[in-house]
């Protein structure tokens, strides 16, 4: 099983591109700017996106995926979210003035697209990939997720602020390898980090010491502009746990 990542930036510009990975090659987890760069073949492939949240930059390309391939499958892309995702993607996104509601068309019983529900703690088999949302703590209702291949485990948090629920269950993971955490905003934008509900490095420091695994540790959303001072701030204060920066086109193998 093999986990590549498309985006992992808190923006855009130049090669920088929003969350979104792909495990295998049918299934996305998140849907960011990323997934431009695939060609219409690897889109056509796609069967299951997993959301951790309704952040654009995590759902920006679920209506132009659909809308490209849709016509060219034999049955719909299938996303799943919790159900306040589900509720804000009807409401705001596909709902005919935003976008077209691609559960609807072609036809109602031959839809592009369809929603299915998940839950907190509750393993999604999809053949021998397992996929469990995991507590997040945002601004919106989220989650992160473990992705297991039996043999392995990573987490992904994301967005997430200080939050206990995660850990109790992380630490629990015996075969957890990798662990990519957040980290927005550096450290004089902390006020902004608390009110916006992300992490700056102090706050990572502080959540990584409730953390009891051993597990290679990987910085994503990184907002642009602010990087490499992010990176130098978070080896100043959780340099012990050597997490390094999540790039595009790397590739975990579970």
């Known amino acids: 099983m093999k986990l ?13 591109r929003t969350t979104a990975m792909l495990l295998d090659e049918d299934i996305l987890i998140d849907a960011g700017t990323g997934v431009g760069d695939l060609s219409i073949d690897e889109l056509s492939r796609i069967d299951h996106v997993f959301l951790t949240h309704s ?11 659909v809308d490209t391939v849709g016509w060219m499958r034999d049955k719909p892309l299938t996303v799943y979210a919790i159900d306040p995702t589900i509720e ?8 005919w003035k935003l976008w077209p509601d691609f559960t609807q068309i072609p036809e109602p019983s ?10 907190i703690g509750a393993t999604v088999s999809v053949g021998k990939r397992k996929i ?24 992904f948090t994301g967005d997430t602020t200080t939050n206990d629920a995660l850990w109790k269950v992380v630490n629990r993971i015996e075969n957890l390898r990798y662990l990519l955490i957040e980290t927005a905003f550096c450290n004089r934008e902390k006020d902004l980090a ?31 502009g602010e990087v490499e001072l992010t990176m ?4 100043e204060s959780a340099g012990q746990w050597n997490p390094r920066m999540l790039e595009n086109n790397h590739v975990f193998e579970l």
């Open 4 to 16: 590549r990542i498309l985006g992992c930036s808190g923006g855009i510009g130049g090669t920088l």
């Open 55 to 65: 952040h654009l930059d995590h759902v920006t390309s679920i209506p132009f995926l």
């Open 88 to 95: 804000i993607l009807r409401q705001h996104l596909f709902n």
């Open 110 to 119: 031959k839809p592009f697209l369809r929603y299915q529900a998940i839950s």
């Open 132 to 155: 469990t949302p995991l507590p997040a703590n945002h601004v919106v209702p989220a989650v992160g997720f473990q992705i297991d291949s039996g043999d392995a485990s990573l987490v």
């Open 194 to 224: 608390v009110a916006s509900k992300h992490l700056c490095p102090s706050l990572l420091a502080a959540e990584l010491q409730k953390f009891t695994r051993q597990a290679d540790i990987y910085i994503t959303h990184l907002k642009p």
């Open 232 to 235: 130098r701030e978070i080896q």
